[in-house]
């Protein structure tokens, strides 16, 4: 079984969905310089970014055809201001503890940066993610094309205090529906790390 194969595989069972879904979108990804086109006998790997944009075209349920749109359009999009006074207090600590995770910290960056740290986090820091970030999930709207994710972190040396818990909300720059209709996808973060473990066995 290929890499790519693999981890469009664990992909579709973390989500519940048919693996042909993840894999086409896959396709049409690496169409558009979003996922590596493997090549037969040389090395090959996917960055975070890359599982971040299939992640997001599986989430989105994107037809394969508008897999690299979805994509862009969550990477245009912002963590909010609010969001960002949120963590913005107990920036240092958080990064003390997880320095895998600044990059959710900083105010300029998108919804698909985000879930690139978090794969980091899953490739890198697994044992912290599963059991500091037991209850951190990622959401996306179908509709609107915004994201947001329940970050929630407790102190290591102290389980069950939590040091942060709360959402950050990404914006769309143009809202894909107006509206208070919405469909939302889920996705716990703990669930991201058999997709890294699949993405890391070509390594």
Same mark, same amino acid.
Request: proline residues 7%; hydrophobic residues 45%; contains cysteine.
């Given at each position: 079984?290929?890499?790519?194969?693999?981890?469009?595989?664990?992909?579709?069972?973390?989500?519940?969905?048919?693996?042909?879904?993840?894999?086409?979108?896959?396709?049409?990804?690496?169409?558009?310089?979003?996922?590596?086109?493997?090549?037969?006998?040389?090395?090959?790997?996917?960055?975070?970014?890359?599982?971040?944009?299939?992640?997001?075209?599986?989430?989105?349920?994107?037809?394969?055809?508008?897999?690299?749109?979805?994509?862009?359009?969550?990477?245009?999009?912002?963590?909010?201001?609010?969001?960002?006074?949120?963590?913005?207090?107990?920036?240092?600590?958080?990064?003390?503890?997880?320095?895998?995770?600044?990059?959710?910290?900083?105010?300029?960056? *998108?919804?698909?940066?985000?879930?690139?740290?978090?794969?980091?986090?899953?490739?890198?820091?697994?044992?912290?993610?599963?059991?500091?970030?037991?209850?951190? *999930?990622?959401?996306?709207?179908?509709?609107?094309?915004?994201?947001?994710?329940?970050?929630?972190?407790?102190?290591?040396?102290?389980?069950?205090?939590?040091?942060?818990?709360?959402?950050?909300?990404?914006?769309?720059?143009?809202?894909?529906?107006?509206?208070?209709?919405?469909?939302? *996808?889920?996705?716990?973060?703990?669930?991201?790390?058999?997709?890294?473990?699949?993405?890391?066995?070509?390594?």
């Amino acid at each position: 079984m290929s890499l790519k194969t693999e981890t469009c595989s664990a992909l579709a069972a973390a989500l519940g969905l048919p693996v042909t879904e993840p894999t086409e979108q896959g396709r049409r990804l690496g169409e558009h310089r979003l996922l590596p086109k493997f090549v037969k006998g040389r090395p090959q790997a996917f960055e975070d970014i890359h599982l971040a944009n299939l992640t997001v075209a599986s989430m989105m349920r994107s037809p394969s055809r508008r897999a690299h749109i979805d994509v862009h359009h969550l990477a245009e999009s912002e963590l909010t201001s609010e969001s960002f006074a949120k963590v913005e207090a107990v920036r240092t600590k958080i990064v003390d503890l997880a320095p895998g995770l600044a990059p959710l910290l900083v105010g300029q960056h *998108s919804f698909l940066e985000a879930l690139a740290a978090l794969y980091g986090m899953a490739r890198r820091a697994p044992e912290f993610l599963e059991q500091c970030m037991f209850n951190t *999930s990622i959401e996306i709207d179908h509709l609107r094309g915004d994201g947001a994710i329940y970050l929630e972190i407790e102190d290591p040396q102290r389980p069950g205090l939590l040091i942060f818990c709360d959402a950050l909300e990404y914006a769309a720059p143009k809202p894909l529906h107006r509206g208070s209709l919405s469909i939302v *996808s889920r996705l716990p973060a703990r669930a991201l790390l058999p997709v890294a473990l699949a993405a890391d066995r070509g390594a």
